[in-house]
């Protein structure tokens, strides 16, 4: 029934990899993955749209018009005005008097082919001003959450490599920070900062991000550290014996491409909240100072509590930068979620 | 650094560069597949299928099961993976059949393809019977039943047994319960009482002791071997016709093992059913069956009885795999293993699957997949070294080439 | 397990007193003079004594600037913290925790109901989007659930103003009552549906910012349970996929819901700055921005303390309900 032994212990012993298998390099098949998602991609195009808008579009406008982001335009034009004075009668009621008359208008310019969504209550281009805008909330955001990480690896590696009192000590701290209210303290500490009167306003921007670095950092140091501690299971297990030094210099030869995937997800979904934070501060007025643009106070005109003027018949002022703001945080999370899948090595798709 | 190793392009012997798919390949393919996967998913939506449409006749009535030209295929955005490839074979009654195979030769999808539990949408039934006679007398067209009719089929008439007992149980759940829910889905008439008498006399036939405690526990809080008895006692629940077991022992340590086959064994004889046992274990089939099935890339490669197969393998590939067993019976310095990989299933060639493999090939072999020969009235081999032509045509080859 | 119960109780301790002390730190954000500022009037016509102004710059750290004396007003402000004085709000001049007491349920009820909002709707759109995944339903709902997270609450909340209340005229604009109408003080089923009316659009903000989390975060349990081998033996039993779905499969996904949720429940009590503030709905949300941007330090000590005691909570429910529904994490 068998044949020889001999004729199958002399084959070749080396395995040939079959002709028609394709190969593909991780970094493509992430970016291929990618792709594919219909999400994805619309994310992509939105913040590339912002970005160009933000900081493309102050290049042009000041090229073709030289309009700046703080220039104040007088438009005069006549609008109604309606003066109302309350009196008694001489039968005892109180009753209304109604005055209309016509009045000189230089600010809240309507939407002109001149300004494509008007002025607002100073008198600033709003076209302009959403740039600008966008393009202070978009830098803050990316230096924040650079400073998360870097703050983040730094402590999440102290951690994993030191281990335990080390560890215990920073998984703590991280806890606690954790457990801070994020926005009531972020409020207090820029209401703080914009009563000084020593810090010019310029300042204040930088103070803000450090407080809103300080609010999510801690993200970032749990991920580095987590995945730290994987590797020195997975390396320690293995390895019979080493030195200690050579286990870490293959633990950190591997840090980089296994944190590298859950680092940038969660950087990319931390610039929406960066960017819902900033705004935030802003439309209290404890962000970016006036005169300058924010989108958050752009939204801030429309309060209800100084009056329902801007907010019922001047749209044009407020309701394109909260348009931005939301195709901004959600191509982040379009991006973040299409990353996320296509790091995944289970995917179905 | 690091960093751009992830992105380079990387150089691998012997294979073309020129070869990787591209985006727009893969969006061509990707868009192909999934109208292909809408359509089959648009028919099984049909509501009120007239039961004309999925009866049908055995070809020989002592079988339980039949497959014929079976293929199941897997729309995947990279390709069409044909997992199964034109299978046939038939369960007889009251028999074990074994189908054996590596990893990814498609033993389990065939099983799955019985039951009709192919992952969808990717994987559909793409052609091929599958006949199936059930207790009542009806023979039904299993790839035509809709997903109605098929939930009365399964766990009732034709019920199955995971690798993996471990995660096979849903953990929320205690085991009485989930064992209890079988019976009063399928059988009319019976109550919560009822059920829990059978459950508990079943827990009882595969040699479960501490019956009421274990009806009253949660699955982690069994054993690998334990869970494994409750799986083959919720298959038992309602007298299948047919136990189909897909690596029931893999995930065991080998005393646990033995226990197990040998309960398959006495199962099988008690309730008078079959059994399909999918395995790659070659010592299970030669314990445990009475047929063999041996599958390769998606087909089989040769089938007969377990004497035969054993005692009489005729393809090569079955015979390296009796060699691969380690055994004290052969003498030598190292183990046997059969060169090479399983091909790539999304590009089949049109010659024998086996051919980088094999060291016995002919020129034949490159040209043509070889068709299905017989050697008794239960074995078949697919081998071109059997066929009488193409050996005459060797002989041939061989006296022209002396001649030279 | 009671040794686990004690463990948690202990850390949460630890982190709380960790939060306390950067919570502390905040009071040195006050001018030195600040105290005396605050209580010149009161004590000018007699309502506090010397003492009583001694007392409050004691416990925020205004009297003795050296190491010791920060440390020991350290102290006592954590003790009394711990028996329950937030401390003294200057703006409100009551104790903050009066000030809470009054405001709180306000903010809860607003909270509370927009919650549970959240549950009804986000709920069975993630089961059923993970069950279509990839389907026109599963994008569609996701791509919703993100706009949600993506709107700034106070952009939703102009929008849905101008639209409804000034445009459409349904809704009452700001505040919690309707100023202009009087009623009888016995009327109270007509008070409370006019407090109703004027919480339908704070809470709808609420709602569509929040639902859209809780619905990822079903679909994304519920698609890894539906993958695991469990499902698959359901299905080879032969049940119905609405069984297989909606027994075996959710009664899993809820171990993940039901945790995550439950660690939400004390934060409900703390109220929502921005929203409330933009409809001048008076909860504590409302009190702490404005005690916040007027620079009233003792009160926003005693709130930002409060809500990190609520947060802590939460993370504690959210362990303890762990291991009433997860039948593998057993109460001995």
């Given at each position: ?21 394709r ?9 291929k ?48 005005m ?64 650079f ?53 010019p ?6 103070y ?10 801690t ?55 960066v ?28 309060d209800p ?45 | ?9 990387k150089?691998?012997e ?84 074994g ?88 059988e ?19 040699g ?34 047919l ?103 999304i ?37 071109h ?20 | 397990?009671?040794n ?15 939060v306390?002390?950067?919570?502390y ?32 710059k ?76 990839y ?36 809704f ?10 009087v ?23 609420l ?15 519920m ?28 009664r ?50 005693g ?30």
């Open positions: 029934m068998l044949q020889t032994e001999q004729s199958y212990t002399d084959f070749n012993d080396e395995a040939v990899l079959e002709q028609n298998f190969v593909i390099s991780p970094g493509r098949m992430v970016a993955r990618f792709f594919k998602s219909k999400l994805s991609v619309a994310g992509l195009i939105m913040i590339i749209f912002v970005f160009a808008f933000s900081f493309i579009g102050p290049m042009i406008i000041d090229a073709t018009w030289g309009y700046k982001e703080t220039q104040v335009f007088r438009i005069e034009r006549v609008s109604d309606v003066t109302t004075a309350d009196f008694t009668g001489p039968d005892g009621k109180t009753y209304t008097y109604f005055d209309k008359s016509k009045t000189v208008v230089l600010f809240k310019a309507p939407i002109s082919s001149e300004h494509w969504l008007g002025t607002d209550t100073s008198g600033f281009d709003i076209f302009t001003r959403l740039m600008y805008g966008g393009r202070i909330s978009l830098i803050i955001s990316f230096i924040v959450i400073l998360e990480i870097f703050i983040g690896v730094i402590l999440g590696g102290l951690a994993g490599y030191f281990g335990k009192w080390v560890d215990q000590l920073i998984m703590r701290i991280v806890d606690i920070f954790a457990s801070l209210p994020g926005l009531p303290i972020l409020l207090i500490l820029s209401a703080t900062i914009s009563s000084i009167e020593s810090i306003a310029e300042h204040r921007i930088y803000l991000m450090a407080f809103i670095t300080l609010m999510g950092w993200g970032a140091a749990r991920i580095v550290r987590g995945q730290i501690l994987m590797l020195r299971e997975q390396e320690f297990m293995m390895a019979a014996e080493t030195t200690g030094i050579k286990t870490m210099h293959k633990i950190f030869r591997h840090l980089v491409p296994n944190t590298m995937p859950q680092l940038i997800v969660s950087a990319t979904l931390g610039l929406g909240g960017i819902l934070y900033e705004s935030t501060l802003s439309y209290l007025g404890l962000g970016v100072p006036f005169p300058r643009a924010a989108w958050g106070s752009m939204i801030a005109l429309a509590s100084k009056g329902q003027e801007i907010l019922a018949s001047y749209p044009n002022m407020w309701v394109p930068a909260g348009i931005l703001i939301v195709i901004t945080v959600l191509g982040f999370s379009f991006i973040g979620d299409g990353l996320r899948d296509a790091f995944d090595p289970r995917m179905k798709r | 650094m690091g960093i751009r190793e992830l992105f380079k392009r150089k691998i012997g294979v073309d560069d020129t070869q990787y798919l591209t985006l727009r390949e893969e969006n061509r393919i990707s868009r192909e597949n999934n109208k292909i996967i809408r359509e089959f998913e648009k028919n099984k939506t049909r509501k009120n299928v007239p039961e004309a449409e999925y009866l049908t006749t055995m070809r020989d009535t002592s079988n339980v099961v039949e497959f014929e030209d079976l293929h199941t295929y897997f729309f995947t955005d990279v390709g069409t993976v044909k997992a199964v490839n034109g299978v046939s074979f038939d369960i007889p009654q009251g028999k074990i059949v189908v054996v195979g590596e990893s990814g030769c498609g033993k389990s999808v065939t099983s799955l393809s019985l039951m009709k539990l192919v992952q969808a949408p990717q994987g559909q039934i793409v052609g091929g019977s599958i006949r199936y006679q059930a207790k009542d007398g009806k023979c039904y067209e299993v790839t035509k039943v809709p997903q109605n009719e098929m939930n009365k089929i399964r766990g009732k008439d034709i019920a199955m047994i995971f690798q993996e007992p471990m995660t096979s149980l849903n953990p929320v759940f205690k085991i009485g319960e989930q064992m209890d829910e079988v019976i009063l889905l399928h009319k008439g019976s109550t919560a009482e009822s059920a829990r008498a059978r459950t508990k006399e079943l827990m009882n036939q595969v479960i002791a501490m019956v009421d405690k274990i009806y009253n526990s949660y699955p982690h809080e069994l054993s690998g071997g334990m869970r494994q008895r409750v799986m083959i006692a919720m298959a038992l629940l309602c007298n299948p016709r136990i189909v077991a897909d690596e029931p022992t893999t995930a065991l340590d080998v005393t646990i093992q033995a226990q197990i086959l040998e309960l398959l064994r006495n199962v099988k004889d008690k309730i008078n059913g079959s059994i399909m046992l999918i395995t790659h274990d070659l010592g299970v089939i030669a314990e445990t069956v009475d047929y063999v099935v041996v599958m390769y890339a998606g087909r089989i490669i040769e089938k007969g009885t377990v004497r035969e197969i054993f005692h009489n393998p005729k393809h090569p590939y079955t015979i390296g795999l009796m060699m691969s067993k380690p055994s004290n019976k052969i003498q030598g310095n190292r183990l046997f293993s059969i060169k090479g990989q399983v091909p790539n299933p590009n089949m060639p049109d010659h024998c699957y086996f051919y980088n493999r094999c060291d016995k090939c002919i020129d034949i072999c490159s040209k043509d997949y070889p068709e299905m020969i017989q050697f008794s009235s239960t074995h078949f081999a697919s081998c070294l059997y066929n009488e032509s193409s050996l005459r045509d060797e002989e041939n080859i061989d006296e022209e080439n002396a001649k030279e | 397990m009671l686990y119960i004690i463990k948690r109780l202990l850390l949460a301790l630890l982190i709380l007193i960790g306390s002390v950067l919570i730190m905040l009071s040195m954000l006050m001018p030195a003079d600040y105290i005396d500022n605050q209580t010149a009037a009161a004590l000018a016509n007699g309502s506090m004594t010397m003492e009583d102004v001694n007392h409050l004691k416990l925020y750290g205004l009297s003795d600037k050296s190491i010791i004396g920060i440390l020991k007003s350290y102290l006592s402000w954590l003790k009394s913290t711990f028996t329950g004085d937030l401390g003294f709000s200057f703006l409100y001049g009551k104790p903050v925790k009066t000030v809470l007491g009054e405001y709180v349920w306000t903010s809860f009820i607003i909270a509370f109901i927009s919650y549970i909002l959240q549950i009804i709707i986000a709920i069975p759109l993630g089961v059923k989007a993970a069950v279509r995944q389907g026109p339903y599963d994008y569609t709902v996701s791509v919703f659930a993100m706009i949600g997270t993506a709107l700034p609450s106070f952009f939703l909340a102009a929008l849905l103003m101008n639209v409804f209340s000034i445009r459409l005229g349904i009452p604009l700001q505040g919690l009552t309707t100023a202009t109408k009623f009888a003080p016995d009327a109270h089923i007509r008070i409370f549906l006019d407090k109703a009316w004027h919480l339908v659009l704070p809470i709808t903000v709602t569509v910012l929040n639902v859209g989390s809780t619905m990822k975060f079903t679909r994304t349990n698609l890894e349970v539906l993958n695991s081998d469990y499902i698959r033996t359901a299905r080879a039993k032969g049940l119905s996929e609405t069984t297989v779905v909606y027994k075996h499969a959710f899993n996904t809820l171990i993940p819901l039901v945790t995550s949720l439950s660690s939400m429940l004390p934060s409900l009590f703390g109220g929502a700055m921005i929203t409330e503030t933009v409809f001048a709905i008076p909860g504590i949300g409302y009190m702490a921005l404005r005690a916040t941007l007027q620079g009233d330090i003792p009160f926003i000590m709130y930002n303390m409060f809500l990190s005691i609520l947060t802590v909570s939460g993370m504690l429910l959210s362990d303890l309900m762990y291991m009433v529904v997860d039948p593998r994490v057993k109460l001995s």
